[in-house]
């Protein structure tokens, strides 16, 4: 038996296993839903995910999982050969339970808890279901199909059946050897349930080589194969179609080895005997045979379903982390080496050349690593479809989703704390965007409501759109709301500040709270989870036409461009991404007010200046206006300006949390949002200018 | 960096740290710290100072790519500060997965101090200095002075700061 921590790995193999399946089959479903038809390709298909979730489940011992896929399963096979006359979306809507039930549970695996019982009700529907169609079927074609219908259960019950109408039958002696697939990930575990799967068939089982977790034991199996003796009653076919069904098996040679003697049975049973010797010279041929068949069918396979697992694997995101660290060390000692006071004055020119083509390489080295990191918004994107249909259906409202540059790709962190906003957002559009049926009507719209779900590259960030062309905000309404809750703070707002005000805690225009939304936690929060990953959020809506949310992002967190500026001795960044313009003050352009605040008037309009020194308390930078420079930056619609010394050029940084020590004192407050390590290995602290906006 | 001397705790057991003080002088005064919080001992680097902190953390070090905070123990202890020379060290500690650099004079050496040796502070805990002491020893009749790290950066700063 295996010990606990290789069944951990089974069953985090599982989950993975599980987690593409899923998401596979919930795409398949979608597509034929919308269709209104489920193609021949798409019933195979989800035959296939069901019979693959059934095996791995039953495997683990996950015996509800098994039994609900199990059903599934048959239903499958059985529209795959009789073609009945399905109600696609009916059909659609068992499949998503079913769908939700295993998720569920795989979600319940992956944090580390047991599977629940299954919910009687829920097999019970499946199985009506299945009863009912099946019968339907009958009903049509009474004539044609009673031998089938017939059929059709033996064969449901053929494993047990067979394997009972078998049990008082004689038991032989086999060998078989079993090849895996050459990349297959977990050999071990694999070549572990394929034993397990044995045990159900067979008896006295024994098998070479002995399976640990070592690297020789892999590389045998690799190159020999698993080889297993055992007892069974079932024929070698049988046995070797046992063993074939596991995933990632390629062949398995399965030989008669002989039976069992057993005295009064070996007598009195001369039509096993006379089988036997046939089995074997069917046997002598099926190595080859099958080894022929399975390559011919390995391609196949391919061809339907590309293998996902052999060219994409998954990492812990802390070892990425981990790697884009070291990374930047590398950068930072290669220009400490290159740059080397004790090179200075020397011409040297080997080494020039070979300290080029270093550079070239840590260049790529880190935009590689970077990209590692970038994900396509696809995978959250694609989970709206659902949400879209699930409340469609509930509130009866019909909506055509539609996404736009889905393959745009963010960091992975980024992307981690999207998912949630933009299902919020969704939901909002569906709820209380999108109006019922007969409102659109009379309002001279098309029946059917639209969202669009837009992503695209700007360069320095990512914008993603929500729009929906339903009813709109109402300005007036949201007015009152926010002078009833306290929420206004002044008078003659902008169309945007007042749409905005939807954004702030507190506030939800619904009156009645719904299952989706309305709750007065939703878009705080949306606005809260944008801004924690650098983000920003604005709201823009046409009363009668729509409502259109836009989210900024930034692409990545781990590194941004940044504009380095000197106060002092020390070396600043400022987020170029922020910068407007850079103004070099001449003589008098800069006054005071009454309290003594510094302005300057930029084109007609005046800004306050927040001088760096004072901020961050540096003694000896340049106090002299005309001699330094006013960096304009912008957040939220505000502008912020900057006195420092100079400008010191433009680069990539990355960016590097300030130590967890230094939580406890202000230095965050004060708009320090992290810091960076430069070429010379000095660190220059990063600015957050949406802090010092804020002040 | 030719002063760099790296202590590898994962190779030494618990055991045969017990016991070992590193030790270190502001002029007269000698201190030492448990041996098992020490990571590394470096010499002084450039110091990258940060807003918003009280006088006796001076900035933060680029430690081989990490970044670390380094607090100078004679602002820390209300000595008469000095200007860092060549003999000026940065002891790295470790303490509860959190590093920081301790600025010190120099670093004397590493002693063993038996159980025996130490005594409880006095009790009056009134001193600044007094508040981190957790012990003192005595080695060849010199007196020691027993640091506790844990509390060297524990939350009684704040209370200081407020």
Same mark, same amino acid.
């Given at each position: 038996?295996?010990?606990?921590?290789?069944?951990?790995?089974?069953?985090?193999?599982?989950?993975?296993?599980?987690?593409?399946?899923?998401?596979?089959?919930?795409?398949?479903?979608?597509?034929?839903?919308?269709?209104?038809?489920?193609?021949?390709?798409?019933?195979?298909?989800?035959?296939?995910?069901?019979?693959?979730?059934?095996?791995?489940?039953?495997?683990?011992?996950?015996?509800?999982?098994?039994?609900?896929?199990?059903?599934?399963?048959?239903?499958?096979?059985?529209?795959?050969?009789?073609?009945?006359?399905?109600?696609?979306?009916?059909?659609?809507?068992?499949?998503?339970?079913?769908?939700?039930?295993?998720?569920?549970?795989?979600?319940?695996?992956?944090?580390?808890?047991?599977?629940?019982?299954?919910?009687?009700?829920?097999?019970?529907?499946?199985?009506?279901?299945?009863?009912?169609?099946?019968?339907?079927?009958?009903?049509?074609?009474?004539?044609?199909?009673?031998?089938?219908?017939?059929?059709?259960?033996?064969?449901?019950?053929?494993?047990?059946?067979?394997?009972?109408?078998?049990?008082?039958?004689?038991?032989?002696?086999?060998?078989?050897?079993?090849?895996?697939?050459?990349?297959?990930?977990?050999?071990?575990?694999?070549?572990?349930?394929?034993?397990?799967?044995?045990?159900?068939?067979?008896?006295?089982?024994?098998?070479?080589?002995?399976?640990?977790?070592?690297?020789?034991?892999?590389?045998?199996?690799?190159?020999?194969?698993?080889? %297993?003796?055992?007892?069974?009653?079932?024929?070698?076919?049988?046995?070797?179609?046992?063993?074939?069904?596991?995933?990632?098996?390629?062949?398995?040679?399965?030989?008669?080895?002989?039976?069992?003697?057993?005295?009064?049975?070996?007598?009195?049973?001369?039509?096993?005997?006379?089988?036997?010797?046939?089995?074997?010279?069917?046997?002598?041929?099926?190595?080859?045979?099958?080894?022929?068949?399975?390559?011919?069918?390995?391609?196949?396979?391919?061809?339907?379903?590309?293998?996902?697992?052999?060219?994409?694997?998954?990492?812990?995101?802390?070892?990425?982390?981990?790697?884009?660290?070291?990374?930047?060390?590398?950068? %930072?000692?290669?220009?400490?080496?290159?740059?080397?006071?004790?090179?200075?004055?020397?011409?040297?020119?080997?080494?020039?050349?070979?300290?080029?083509?270093?550079?070239?390489?840590?260049?790529?080295?880190?935009?590689?690593?970077?990209?590692?990191?970038?994900?396509?918004?696809?995978?959250?994107?694609?989970?709206?479809?659902?949400?879209?249909?699930?409340?469609?259906?509930?509130?009866?409202?019909?909506?055509?989703?539609?996404?736009?540059?889905?393959?745009?790709?963010?960091?992975?962190?980024?992307?981690?704390?999207?998912?949630?906003?933009?299902?919020?957002?969704?939901?909002?559009?569906?709820?209380?965007?999108?109006?019922?049926?007969?409102?659109?009507?009379?309002?001279?719209?098309?029946?059917?409501?639209?969202?669009?779900?837009?992503?695209?590259?700007?360069?320095?960030?990512?914008?993603?759109?929500?729009?929906?062309?339903?009813?709109?905000?109402?300005?007036?309404?949201?007015?009152?709301?926010?002078?009833?809750?306290?929420?206004?703070?002044?008078?003659?707002?902008?169309?945007?500040?007042?749409?905005?005000?939807?954004?702030?805690?507190?506030?939800?225009?619904?009156?009645?709270?719904?299952?989706?939304?309305?709750?007065?936690?939703?878009?705080?929060?949306?606005?809260?989870?944008?801004?924690?990953?650098?983000?920003?959020?604005?709201?823009?809506?046409?009363?009668?036409?729509?409502?259109?949310?836009? %989210?900024?992002?930034?692409?990545?967190?781990?590194?941004?461009?940044?504009?380095?500026?000197?106060?002092?001795?020390?070396?600043? %960044?400022?987020?170029?991404?922020?910068?407007?313009?850079?103004?070099?003050?001449?003589?008098?352009?800069?006054?005071?007010?009454?309290?003594?605040?510094?302005?300057?008037?930029?084109?007609?309009?005046?800004?306050?200046?927040?001088?760096?020194?004072?901020?961050?308390?540096?003694?000896?930078?340049?106090?002299?206006?005309?001699?330094?420079?006013?960096?304009?930056?912008?957040?939220?619609?505000?502008?912020?300006?900057?006195?420092?010394?100079?400008?010191?050029?433009?680069?990539?940084?990355?960016?590097?949390?300030?130590?967890?020590?230094?939580?406890?004192?202000?230095?965050?407050?004060?708009?320090?949002?992290?810091?960076?390590?430069?070429?010379?290995?000095?660190?220059?602290?990063?600015?957050?200018?949406?802090?010092?906006?804020?002040? | 960096?030719?002063?760099?001397?790296?202590?590898?705790?994962?190779?030494?057991?618990?055991?045969?740290?017990?016991?070992?003080?590193?030790?270190?002088?502001?002029?007269?005064?000698?201190?030492?710290?448990?041996?098992?919080?020490?990571?590394?001992?470096?010499?002084?680097? +450039?110091?990258?100072?940060?807003?918003?902190?009280?006088?006796?953390?001076?900035?933060?070090?680029?430690?081989?790519?990490?970044?670390?905070?380094?607090?100078?123990?004679?602002?820390?202890?209300?000595? +008469?500060?000095?200007?860092?020379?060549?003999?000026?060290?940065?002891?790295?500690?470790?303490?509860?997965?959190?590093?920081?650099?301790?600025?010190?004079?120099?670093?004397?050496?590493?002693?063993?101090?038996?159980?025996?040796?130490?005594?409880? +502070?006095?009790?009056?805990?009134?001193?600044?200095?007094?508040?981190?002491?957790?012990?003192?020893?005595?080695?060849?009749?010199?007196?020691?002075?027993?640091?506790?790290?844990?509390?060297?950066?524990?939350?009684?700063?704040?209370?200081?700061?407020?």
């Amino acid at each position: 038996m295996p010990d606990n921590k290789q069944m951990d790995s089974y069953i985090e193999m599982f989950i993975f296993e599980a987690n593409q399946l899923t998401e596979q089959l919930e795409s398949i479903l979608l597509e034929s839903e919308e269709n209104q038809n489920i193609s021949e390709e798409n019933i195979n298909e989800i035959f296939r995910i069901m019979h693959t979730i059934k095996g791995s489940a039953a495997m683990m011992s996950f015996s509800d999982i098994s039994n609900i896929a199990h059903t599934l399963e048959d239903l499958f096979s059985f529209i795959r050969e009789k073609k009945p006359v399905i109600d696609v979306s009916d059909t659609c809507d068992k499949v998503f339970k079913v769908l939700d039930y295993i998720r569920y549970q795989i979600e319940l695996l992956a944090n580390g808890k047991e599977v629940q019982k299954l919910d009687e009700a829920l097999a019970q529907t499946i199985r009506s279901y299945v009863e009912q169609i099946k019968s339907n079927n009958a009903a049509k074609a009474a004539e044609k199909t009673k031998p089938a219908g017939k059929e059709k259960p033996a064969e449901e019950a053929g494993e047990p059946e067979k394997a009972a109408g078998k049990a008082g039958a004689k038991t032989a002696q086999y060998k078989a050897t079993v090849f895996f697939d050459d990349f297959c990930s977990l050999l071990s575990a694999r070549a572990f349930m394929v034993i397990n799967r044995l045990g159900e068939h067979c008896t006295n089982i024994t098998n070479f080589p002995e399976l640990n977790n070592s690297d020789n034991t892999v590389g045998y199996i690799m190159q020999n194969g698993l080889e %297993i003796n055992f007892e069974s009653s079932l024929t070698p076919e049988e046995i070797k179609d046992i063993i074939e069904d596991i995933t990632d098996v390629k062949t398995a040679v399965v030989q008669l080895m002989g039976s069992i003697e057993k005295k009064e049975e070996a007598e009195e049973e001369p039509p096993a005997e006379k089988a036997q010797p046939q089995a074997e010279s069917a046997e002598s041929k099926e190595p080859a045979e099958a080894r022929a068949a399975a390559e011919y069918r390995e391609p196949a396979g391919d061809k339907a379903r590309p293998n996902v697992k052999q060219n994409i694997i998954s990492v812990n995101i802390n070892k990425l982390d981990k790697l884009i660290n070291i990374v930047g060390e590398i950068v %930072i000692s290669e220009s400490m080496v290159i740059n080397n006071p004790d090179l200075e004055g020397m011409s040297l020119e080997n080494f020039s050349k070979s300290a080029m083509q270093l550079r070239k390489l840590t260049d790529e080295l880190q935009d590689l690593v970077l990209s590692v990191r970038m994900i396509p918004v696809e995978m959250i994107f694609s989970k709206m479809h659902r949400i879209v249909r699930d409340m469609g259906k509930k509130l009866e409202k019909e909506v055509n989703l539609e996404i736009i540059g889905e393959d745009t790709e963010v960091d992975k962190n980024v992307l981690d704390n999207l998912s949630d906003p933009l299902m919020h957002l969704i939901r909002n559009s569906m709820d209380h965007g999108i109006e019922p049926r007969d409102e659109r009507i009379k309002n001279g719209k098309s029946p059917v409501g639209r969202i669009t779900l837009e992503a695209k590259n700007t360069g320095g960030e990512v914008i993603i759109t929500v729009s929906d062309d339903g009813r709109g905000l109402d300005k007036q309404k949201i007015l009152d709301k926010a002078r009833d809750k306290g929420l206004l703070k002044g008078e003659n707002l902008t169309d945007q500040e007042i749409f905005n005000l939807i954004l702030l805690p507190g506030f939800s225009t619904k009156e009645k709270v719904t299952e989706f939304s309305g709750r007065g936690v939703g878009m705080d929060v949306v606005k809260q989870n944008v801004e924690k990953v650098g983000g920003n959020i604005f709201v823009d809506s046409e009363q009668g036409k729509g409502t259109t949310m836009t %989210i900024r992002l930034p692409l990545t967190l781990a590194i941004i461009d940044g504009m380095m500026v000197k106060v002092g001795e020390n070396v600043y %960044i400022i987020p170029t991404q922020s910068i407007s313009q850079c103004i070099k003050p001449s003589q008098g352009s800069v006054f005071s007010d009454t309290q003594g605040r510094d302005m300057i008037i930029v084109r007609g309009s005046c800004y306050a200046i927040t001088k760096l020194q004072t901020l961050f308390n540096i003694e000896g930078a340049v106090t002299d206006y005309s001699k330094g420079v006013i960096i304009m930056t912008e957040y939220n619609g505000r502008t912020v300006c900057l006195f420092a010394d100079k400008l010191m050029g433009q680069q990539p940084v990355v960016v590097k949390s300030l130590p967890e020590y230094l939580n406890k004192f202000n230095s965050k407050e004060t708009g320090i949002g992290g810091c960076t390590i430069l070429g010379d290995g000095s660190i220059s602290l990063i600015l957050d200018i949406a802090e010092i906006a804020n002040k | 960096m030719s002063n760099t001397a790296t202590v590898d705790t994962d190779l030494l057991q618990e055991d045969t740290l017990r016991g070992r003080f590193l030790s270190f002088s502001f002029g007269e005064e000698i201190f030492a710290l448990e041996i098992k919080y020490v990571t590394e001992i470096v010499g002084i680097q +450039p110091i990258t100072p940060v807003p918003e902190v009280p006088d006796f953390v001076k900035g933060i070090i680029n430690l081989r790519g990490k970044v670390i905070p380094v607090i100078d123990m004679r602002i820390k202890f209300r000595k +008469p500060t000095c200007d860092y020379n060549d003999r000026t060290c940065i002891i790295v500690v470790d303490i509860r997965e959190i590093s920081v650099g301790l600025i010190v004079d120099n670093v004397e050496e590493v002693l063993t101090i038996a159980d025996e040796n130490i005594v409880p +502070p006095p009790d009056y805990r009134t001193g600044i200095q007094n508040r981190y002491i957790k012990g003192i020893g005595m080695v060849d009749s010199k007196v020691i002075l027993l640091l506790d790290c844990a509390r060297l950066l524990s939350e009684e700063e704040l209370e200081e700061l407020s």
